[in-house]
């Protein structure tokens, strides 16, 4: 006679529903309820892989995402499944929020890990949780991609070459004739933000450009922040004649200013983005941008964690992956070069 998910549910003494959740890795149950539920599976035989120890027996990444750009953590996030599978991990996500945190140790732990947690990934999280009470009880490993802010958040961090990006992305717009080069800037305790706005800096400083401060203009990644900060860089005196904005989201908002303006891109003025979204290359003109790895960097986290748990010695506990300019139609030389 074949045994059903009800018999188990029965023998355990839970609902369908939580019997459910228990063998499928859901992270809202109770540790002891999912721990009944799966020997109450083994001993009734139900389904070949409890049975074989394979799928309900795989380690776990639990992985806490507050992404900023719904594109950003859907990439990482197939970077981290894709190794996971690779790896015989399975990987689950949770979204945190200042909102969805909770304040206790033990409710933390019990809605977000399970028994088979290997490691903890952190995306981009702002949220005050007990995160690493929890994993320095447990002794496992916290990886954070992007951190948000300079303070510690985790044993290893994973993050493109933020600076770097930020440099290449100034410096082809110098090549290009721009001085007057204006910012589209993150919060100023973003890291990975103030580090492209660094690389800006660093480029300035290369060409012998002085700094601006006007040029620069906080915005927060989303499309209206950048609609409202080209619209201010507009309204300056002496308006830049190029815009780098620190992520696609914001160029593109920052394009549309621009139109509402009667201004075309390139002519009128040059745009560059950062993150290589799927909507940088379908604008028109096409976004020139800098890519990020997005999901080697999640493919980067597993691997890690597996590495730690198999007792390799880590020789870096910071990983920082190649970002690449993408040259597409929205810059050219500003008009006054062209005249001269």
């Known amino acids: 006679m074949k045994v059903t998910l009800r018999d188990v549910a029965r023998q355990a003494?839970?609902?369908?529903?939580?019997?459910?959740?228990?063998?499928?890795?859901?992270?809202?149950?109770a540790e002891d309820t999912r721990d009944r539920v799966l020997r109450a599976a083994r001993t009734l035989g139900y389904g070949?892989?409890?049975?074989s120890n394979s799928i309900l027996e795989r380690p776990v990444i639990n992985v806490l995402i507050d992404?900023?750009?719904?594109?950003?953590?859907?990439?990482?996030?197939?970077?981290?499944?894709a190794e996971?599978?690779?790896?015989?991990?399975?990987?689950?996500?949770?979204?945190?929020?200042?909102e969805t945190s909770v304040s206790s140790m033990d409710e933390w732990e019990r809605l977000h890990l399970t028994s088979r947690t290997i490691g903890i990934v952190i995306v981009v999280l702002r949220s005050g949780s007990p995160i690493h009470e929890v994993a320095r009880r447990r002794g496992l490993p916290v990886i954070v991609i992007d951190p948000y802010s300079m303070e510690k958040q985790g044993d290893i961090t994973i993050s493109s070459?933020?600076?770097?990006?930020?440099?290449?992305?100034?410096?082809?717009?110098?090549?290009?004739?721009?001085?007057?080069?204006?910012?589209?800037?993150?919060?100023?305790?973003?890291?990975?933000?103030?580090?492209?706005?660094?690389?800006?800096?660093?480029?300035l400083d290369d060409h012998a450009i002085s700094w601006d401060q006007s040029l620069v203009v906080e915005g927060s990644y989303t499309f209206g922040s950048g609609f409202d900060a080209a619209e201010k860089l507009l309204d300056l005196a002496s308006p830049p004649t190029?815009?780098?904005?620190?992520?696609?989201?914001?160029?593109?908002?920052?394009i549309r200013a621009l139109e509402t303006r009667g201004k075309k891109v390139p002519r009128d003025i040059s745009i560059v983005g950062f993150d290589n979204s799927p909507?940088?290359?379908?604008?028109?003109?096409?976004?020139?941008?800098v890519g990020q790895p997005l999901a080697s960097m999640g493919r980067v986290a597993v691997s890690t964690i597996q590495s730690l748990r198999e007792?390799?010695?880590?020789?870096?506990?910071?990983?920082?992956?190649?970002?690449?300019?993408?040259?597409?139609?929205s810059c050219a030389p500003p008009r006054y070069a062209e005249a001269m």
């Open 13 to 29: 003494g839970v609902s369908n529903a939580t019997a459910s959740k228990a063998l499928n890795s859901r992270g809202d149950v």
């Open 48 to 51: 070949t892989r409890i049975a």
């Open 67 to 81: 992404a900023m750009d719904p594109y950003y953590g859907v990439e990482v996030l197939r970077g981290l499944i």
């Open 84 to 98: 996971g599978q690779k790896q015989g991990v399975d990987v689950i996500p949770h979204i945190e929020t200042a």
């Open 161 to 203: 070459t933020n600076w770097q990006g930020g440099r290449d992305a100034t410096t082809m717009l110098i090549e290009l004739g721009h001085r007057r080069i204006g910012v589209i800037a993150g919060p100023s305790h973003f890291v990975p933000g103030v580090e492209r706005l660094y690389g800006y800096r660093t480029a």
């Open 242 to 254: 190029a815009i780098f904005a620190l992520s696609d989201r914001m160029a593109l908002g920052a």
């Open 279 to 289: 909507g940088s290359e379908l604008v028109t003109p096409a976004l020139t941008t």
């Open 311 to 329: 007792g390799t010695r880590l020789h870096t506990h910071t990983f920082q992956l190649a970002t690449t300019l993408i040259e597409r139609a």
